[in-house]
Structures are given as C-alpha cells and as structure tokens.
C-alpha cells in the first residue's frame, strides 16, 4: 500500500519512525512478552516510559529545573478549558481572554461557569482571520489565556505579550514546532494528537509555584497538585498514548530538537505560500502577517474548479485536504514529521490545475 500524504489537521502525521516502533510495541514490549496494550501501568518499564517522557518534554522546552512539572493527563484539551479555572480562577476573581478562534470561544465558554470572564481582544467578526495585536492584560485578572494557533482558521500568535499576570496557553496545535520563550508561560497544554502523539493523551506544563493560590476546594481529578503528587499516575494514564509520545519526543530529540523542527516548518510553510500567493486560482484566507506554519487555510476562486482540484489531489495521493465543515475550502496542515516532499506534492497538483483549469 502506497503511504498517502496526509495533511489533516488530527489527528494527524507522525514520524514513519515511530509508527513503525509502536506496532513493534504492541506486539511486544521492550522484550518483556506483553504488549504495550496490556502492559500494568505500574511495571517498571512504563513506569520507565513515564518519567522520560515527562523529563523529555521540559528538556525540550528547556525548563528542567526551573520549577515546571510535566503532566500527561486525560480528556483532551477540553478538559483543561475547565481544569485551568477551577486551578487559576480565585472565588471571586477574575480571567482575561484572547478569542481568536473556534477553542478560544471554547475555553471562555468554560471559564464563564467560574466567574468573571473577560474577553480583552477578539477577531470574531472577521471571522477569525487575524489576530489581534493592540490589546491590555488587566493587572487585576487571576491569569490571562491565549491560543497561540488556530487550526480552523490557520492564524497563529508571531510572539506573546509579557503579562503582568500568570499566562496560559493552548498550543495543541504547534507544540514544539517552534522556538519559544516557554518560561513566559505558568502553565501549558497540549493535546498530543496534532503534533507529539495519538489522541488520548495531553500534555500540561505548569510552574508548581503558580497553584494552590485559589482558596478554591478542588475536586482531586481536577487538581493540578494531585497529578503532581502522584507522578501523572493518579488514576490509570493512557498508556498506548504516553508511549507513542515519548517516541515522538526521542524523533524531535535525536533530530536536532526544536529549533531544527522550526527551520523544516518555515521551509514548508514557505513553500505552500509562495504557490498560494503566485497562483490566480487561489487565495488565503489568513492575514499574511499572521500565517500558521502549521495549518495553511485557502480557498478557489472560481468554485467551479473544485471538482476538477478534488479529483487531481486525491488522484495524487493527498489526503485530508478538506477545510474543517464551519469555514470550508482547504486546509493544509504541516506538522513536524510532514516531510517537505508532500508539500511539493501539493504545490505541483496546483500549478497543473492552473495549466489544466
């Protein structure tokens, strides 16, 4: 079978790498006889596995020793929408929000059940297709959150403010796919299954000293401290998920870390807008300035070509193309294990389809 080129934007691409281990795992891991699906999440190996990961990933981001935690905790990014109030939200306080897209306005949505939420800036009724840039942090707010990509809409924060209160931030969707100053952030969450892992797994990275300040009682699965405490084992972790992760983080390692994943990503991504930008058949949708690297949103000009491109691209072996179902057109997601071959791909079924029409 011919491997597609998969540009979906999740769950999504992984290195060939560590598919390959993974199976290898779920046959037999680490020698032991069991498969890593069946594996007690208390044996020594994936004991093991846990720490690594959870060591890797403040490696990487490099905040070892800085006051940070690892988490791998279920329930998706979603459940930090509501795990992050109930944490950072004092009883009578405050949070301020950047709405910039489709899980900002989920995340508020979530924080609202607290208390006070105050939206500080919003690109809502431009459909999302920036972000915005001239906004003010209240000094009185308990945290300020923030999405800094947004796979629907393919904008992604360029740099962050310096906040004079504990900041948050989704990055799903371009974790480690760039380098960032991580220490600006308390805490930080990820959903594996976009660019670290398979679903069923997300990653929190908190600043322990940032929690515990709510006066606020904690139901224990929702406590920060308790999935410290108990080493991300407070109740049985998704052990599949977890080891697949660290598989990936060892690729990012072992490939030049971050930074090197930041030059592959720029090349793609100027790859994709350069055509996209050149070709009259085709227009961005996302404010130039404020590009994703790694969701690239576009559209035809002419709806009648959409048969004729919907054929040539799935004749060339691209698969999950399609725009997500609220905005339509096409989506084009570029994760750190798309190799740039695949974005050639892509770039040369447009150029046919502006000779061919």
């Known amino acids: ?56 990933s403040l490696d990487l981001m490099g905040l070892t020793g800085q006051g940070y935690q690892a988490l791998f905790l279920q ?3 979603s459940m930090e929408f ?14 301020a929000y950047l709405d910039t897209g489709t899980w900002a306005a989920a995340a508020i949505k ?12 919003s690109s809502k009724e431009s459909n999302y297709n920036f972000i915005p840039k001239d906004y003010t942090i209240p000094a009185d707010a308990d945290y300020f959150h923030c999405t800094s990509n947004n796979t629907i809409f393919g ?29 600006k952030f308390d805490l930080i969450y990820a959903g594996a299954q976009k660019n670290m892992g398979p679903a069923g797994v997300t990653l929190v990275v908190v600043k322990e000293d940032a929690l515990g300040e709510t006066g606020r009682k904690i139901p224990s699965i929702l406590d920060y401290k308790q999935h410290i405490d108990k080493e991300s084992m407070y109740n049985t972790p998704s052990v599949f998920a977890v080891y697949t992760s ?14 090197a994943m930041e030059q592959r990503n720029n090349a793609k991504a100027e790859l994709l807008y350069n055509e996209i930008d050149r070709n009259p058949l085709f227009t961005g949708t996302a404010a130039t300035e404020d590009r994703s690297l790694m969701n690239a949103t576009f559209v035809l000009n002419d709806i009648a070509h959409t048969e ?40 040369d079924v447009m150029k046919r389809l502006e000779i061919t029409g």
């Open 308 to 347: 004729n491109f919907d054929k040539m691209w799935k004749e060339a072996g691209i698969s999950g193309l399609t725009g997500h179902r609220s905005v339509g057109g096409y989506r084009a997601s570029m994760y750190n294990a798309m190799p740039i071959e695949s974005v050639q791909v892509l770039v």
């Open 82 to 95: 509501l795990r992050i109030p109930y944490n950072f939200m004092g009883m009578q306080g405050k949070a």
């Open 75 to 77: 329930g998706g990014a």
């Open 1 to 56: 079978m011919n491997k597609k080129h998969n540009f979906s934007a999740g769950p999504s691409i992984l290195p060939q790498e560590v598919f390959r281990q993974a199976a290898d795992a779920v046959l037999d891991f680490n020698g032991s006889g069991l498969s890593i699906l069946e594996v007690s999440h208390r044996s020594k190996d994936f004991v093991a596995v846990m720490e690594e990961a959870r060591a890797l």
């Open 246 to 259: 660290l598989l990936t983080l060892r690729w990012l390692n072992e490939n030049g870390g971050i930074g």
């Open 155 to 183: 904008t992604q924060m360029k740099s962050f403010p310096d906040s004079p209160v504990p900041m948050v931030c989704d990055m799903s969707s371009d974790i480690f796919s760039r380098q960032i100053d991580f220490s």
């Open 110 to 121: 979530e924080a609202k059940v607290f208390g006070h939420t105050e939206i500080i800036a």
